[in-house]
């Protein structure tokens, strides 16, 4: 059938595409070039600037080609090439339009660095700078990316005032919100001492009244028994062993006759 031959013919062109995608997406991520994260850079008239530029790669490299370009409204033009040999050389420099510009890179502690020193900078330097490289292991795999440099009389100075004062005033919050949390738990701190103490006066005049009142539990002092008149006369052991003094006469008579103690 003629639309059964197409939906195959379609989905062979999609699963050979989606697999050259699937072979060609190491090669394209592993090299990777970069400038820094800033994509204009200032300098003054007359002074020097360093053009900053890195590589680094998966799967290592020799032979690594590399070259500088300089672009402008008027011209464009490659303004340094060079070559590393492998990972343990440093880059040499192969070809310069312009003696003012010096190779600043390194490739020792896997730096990988190729940036580029560019001295006595006039109006004229105004442009972009573009850092390319390419790995002849990756399948000649290449990379680029791009700096701007503005050249200027003078540089501004940045007003930071504004800035100044917001973070003042950030920090002056911030540093009441945290007194005022000190304060607070100062406060509980002191209320919960003080609820502590009166509990403690409560316990303890409580203790004093039940002392006073004789209650239950109180640390009265127990007074000892009165002894009656005859205990205190007559009860101690006497001679006879009768438990009664022997007294004699018309005394004698008398106390024997009151009560025995119970």
Same mark, same amino acid.
């Given at each position: 059938?003629?639309?059964?031959?197409?939906?195959?013919?379609?989905?062979?062109?999609?699963?050979?595409?989606?697999?050259?995608?699937?072979?060609?997406?190491?090669?394209?991520?592993?090299?990777?070039?970069?400038?820094?994260?800033?994509?204009?850079?200032?300098?003054?008239?007359?002074?020097?600037?360093?053009?900053?530029?890195?590589?680094?790669?998966?799967?290592?490299?020799?032979?690594?080609?590399?070259?500088?370009?300089?672009?402008?409204?008027?011209?464009?033009?490659?303004?340094?090439?060079?070559?590393?040999?492998?990972?343990?050389?440093?880059?040499?420099?192969?070809?310069?339009?312009?003696?003012?510009?010096?190779?600043?890179?390194?490739? &020792?502690?896997?730096?990988?660095?190729?940036?580029?020193?560019?001295?006595?900078?006039?109006?004229?330097?105004?442009?972009?700078?573009?850092?390319?490289?390419?790995?002849?292991?990756?399948?000649?795999?290449?990379?680029?990316?791009?700096?701007?440099?503005?050249?200027?009389?003078?540089?501004?100075?940045?007003?930071?005032?504004?800035?100044?004062?917001?973070?003042?005033?950030?920090?002056?919050?911030?540093?009441?919100?945290?007194?005022?949390?000190?304060?607070?738990?100062?406060?509980?701190?002191?209320?919960?001492?003080?609820?502590?103490?009166?509990?403690?006066?409560?316990?303890?005049?409580?203790?004093?009244?039940?002392?006073?009142?004789?209650?239950?539990?109180?640390?009265?002092?127990? &007074?000892?028994?009165?002894?009656?008149?005859?205990?205190?006369?007559?009860?101690?052991?006497?001679?006879?062993?009768?438990?009664?003094?022997?007294?004699?006469?018309?005394?004698?008579?008398?106390?024997?006759?009151?009560?025995?103690?119970?």
């Amino acid at each position: 059938m003629p639309g059964s031959g197409d939906r195959g013919a379609a989905w062979a062109r999609w699963l050979g595409t989606g697999l050259l995608g699937l072979c060609l997406l190491p090669v394209s991520l592993s090299l990777e070039v970069s400038v820094g994260k800033a994509t204009t850079i200032y300098a003054v008239n007359g002074t020097e600037i360093l053009l900053p530029c890195t590589f680094s790669s998966c799967f290592g490299f020799y032979d690594l080609h590399f070259w500088w370009t300089y672009n402008n409204s008027d011209t464009s033009r490659t303004i340094l090439d060079g070559i590393v040999k492998n990972e343990k050389s440093d880059p040499k420099v192969k070809f310069k339009d312009d003696e003012r510009i010096t190779l600043e890179g390194s490739i &020792k502690e896997k730096v990988n660095n190729i940036s580029i020193l560019l001295r006595n900078v006039d109006f004229s330097d105004t442009g972009k700078y573009t850092c390319f490289v390419k790995n002849p292991k990756e399948n000649h795999a290449g990379h680029n990316a791009t700096i701007f440099l503005q050249v200027v009389d003078k540089l501004e100075e940045v007003d930071n005032t504004v800035t100044l004062i917001i973070l003042a005033v950030v920090g002056g919050v911030i540093g009441l919100l945290i007194f005022i949390m000190l304060v607070k738990k100062f406060i509980a701190f002191v209320l919960k001492k003080t609820q502590e103490k009166k509990k403690e006066c409560l316990v303890s005049s409580s203790g004093n009244d039940n002392t006073e009142n004789g209650l239950p539990g109180s640390k009265a002092e127990e &007074k000892p028994p009165t002894k009656n008149f005859r205990d205190s006369v007559l009860w101690d052991p006497g001679t006879d062993g009768s438990g009664v003094a022997p007294f004699s006469g018309r005394y004698g008579d008398c106390l024997r006759n009151l009560p025995a103690k119970k």
